[in-house]
């Protein structure tokens, strides 16, 4: 009887433990499967760009060579192209503190693909008359930041004779009377008439 009992736990104890071999290899097999998903690189360089800066434990250097290898590697892709220039005039309005790091991408990145800083300066001098026109002065002080960081890649004077041109305006602003509501936007022309805001590449 006593034989029989631990033939009897013996088997149950084997039948056990390959079962939970089975489980194990079957959870092994997820995992894998898991470890195989690629994240798409739209979302991969959003991700990266937002994260800029973020961690006292990465290197700054580094974060921003990855994210130019990133996009201009994707540079043809004209979704995660034109998802870049987006989101870089978006961080320098939404996230100001940033403007240095996202402006050290943009630099970074004329070595390689001129024609990709090329479209950013033109979004942000077109952002930059859009904001004039409504009287967003945050946004309009954010964007001639980041042109300023830029100046490096602007021809002639760059971004100076801009500002000059707005201390004018606002002076005369100052003197005209404040009962004509049209007087700013009659007076103002486009800043890309009058200032060459344009990669040298």
């Known amino acids: 009887m006593a034989d ?4 009897q736990t013996a088997h149950r104890g084997g039948y056990n433990n390959r079962k939970r071999r089975y489980n194990e290899e079957d959870d092994y ?3 894998s499967q898991r470890r195989r998903y690629e994240e798409p690189l739209h979302l991969k360089l959003r991700r990266q760009m937002l994260a800029i800066a973020e961690s006292p434990l990465k290197k700054i250097d580094e974060e921003i060579k990855n994210i130019v290898r990133t996009v ?5 892709d004209e979704e995660i192209r034109n ?6 005039i978006q961080l320098v309005v939404e996230q100001p503190l940033k403007i240095p790091f996202v402006a050290a991408v ?3 990145s004329n070595s390689k693909k001129p024609e990709l800083v090329a479209i950013i300066l033109e979004k ?10 409504i009287g967003a002065w945050r946004e309009v002080k ?3 930041r980041f042109l300023g960081c830029m100046q490096g890649l602007l021809d002639g004077d760059g971004v100076f004779p801009v500002l000059e041109e707005l ?7 100052q003197t005209a009377s404040s009962e004509d509501v049209g007087y700013f936007s009659d007076v103002y022309p486009d800043i890309s008439a009058n200032t060459q805001l344009e990669s040298r590449a």
């Open 4 to 7: 029989y009992d631990r033939r």
């Open 29 to 31: 097999d997820r995992r």
């Open 72 to 76: 201009t590697t994707a540079y043809d």
């Open 83 to 88: 998802g870049f220039v987006d989101l870089v």
């Open 106 to 108: 943009v630099l970074t």
């Open 124 to 133: 942000a001098v077109t952002t930059l008359n859009e904001e004039l026109r």
């Open 142 to 144: 954010l964007v001639l």
């Open 167 to 173: 201390f004018l305006r606002a002076v005369d602003l």
